[in-house]
């Protein structure tokens, strides 16, 4: 859940960035006489926050429900543990 939090805040401060700060020129991120510095810092973090967030999201483990949405108790297809192993 945390790389995709962090993952949507940098993509929408990439978005946000480029249209509102470059493209439409809306309000810079802090005025005065390093604005590009502080425009292209904010899309910098974005970038990093969108690179964390999919670096996080990718290293956990895959999301298994313990119960299926039919709620009969039984594990969805593909999701449970093997079944164990009978001895011949």
Known sequence: LWGWILAGWGLFNLVEGTVDHHVLGVHPVRGGPHQTWWD???LVLGAA???????????GRPYTPAVPAGGDGRPAPGTGDPAPEQDA
């Open 40 to 42: 292209v810092g904010f």
């Open 49 to 59: 926050l969108l690179a964390a967030g999919h670096l996080l999201q990718r290293s």
